[in-house]
């Protein structure tokens, strides 16, 4: 990566939501802590009007203060609920159906990429971006050096924007090292007792430096 590219910035994941009112009061935390560029909203379960309307709840102001609002899973809830994209890790298969049902009004990315090859098709069937290293289905987490390897290589090579899941806020600096545009602090960060105000505030901070680093070299 050149030190002309654009910084890596910061992208939250949060924790499957029932109550769109006490996320949305931490999500202003989170907003009070410096720059986002997204928010990728897990929802939990419930039948398709109510999480629609708790997406509603979270598009204004999400969405109010510049920040993008993904939705996870289900491209008929983020558009009916007003968000700017959905996330899904069902393959490329889904990946074209939900291409050619938003006809490139939404943001659509990927995860669930267990090999090089399902981020290559993932991105041939059209993604906006390809996430790496977030929990498997089981809830266990990928090793570290394997996510800063395969965002190292992605960023090295491909044109469409990835995104680094940090497993704590210590591996913040390490993946913005990958040249990823954006690293995602999961449900982790949601946490109750931590002040999620000031671990974007640090997690903007390691960055910061890191892209300082950078533009010494």
Request: hydrophobic share 50%.
């Amino acid at each position: 990566m050149t030190t002309t590219s654009p910084p890596t910035r910061l992208m939250l994941v949060t924790p499957p939501v029932a109550d769109a009112e006490a996320m949305a009061f931490r999500l202003m935390q989170a907003q009070a802590g410096g720059d986002l560029a997204a928010v990728l909203l897990q929802l939990a379960p419930g039948d398709e009007r109510s999480r629609i309307e708790r997406v509603k709840r979270l598009a204004g102001p999400v969405q109010g203060a510049n920040v993008a609002l993904v939705v996870a899973d289900s491209a008929l809830v983020a558009t009916r609920g007003g968000a700017d994209g959905v996330h899904l890790a069902a393959g490329p298969e889904a990946i074209a159906e939900a291409r050619s049902s938003l006809k490139g009004e939404r943001i659509i990315g990927a995860g669930g990429l267990r090999a090089r090859h399902d981020a290559m098709d993932v991105g041939e069937a059209g993604v906006d971006y390809v996430m790496f290293g977030e929990p498997r289905p089981d809830g266990s987490m990928p090793p570290l050096p394997a996510v800063i390897e395969r965002a190292g290589w992605w960023a090295e090579i491909f044109e469409t924007p990835c995104v680094a899941y940090a497993p704590d806020p210590d591996s913040v600096a390490a993946l913005a090292e990958t040249g990823a545009e954006f690293v995602a602090l999961g449900a982790w960060a949601f946490e109750e007792g931590r002040d999620l105000r000031a671990l974007v505030a640090e997690a903007n901070a390691a960055i910061a430096a890191c892209a300082a680093r950078k533009a010494a070299r």
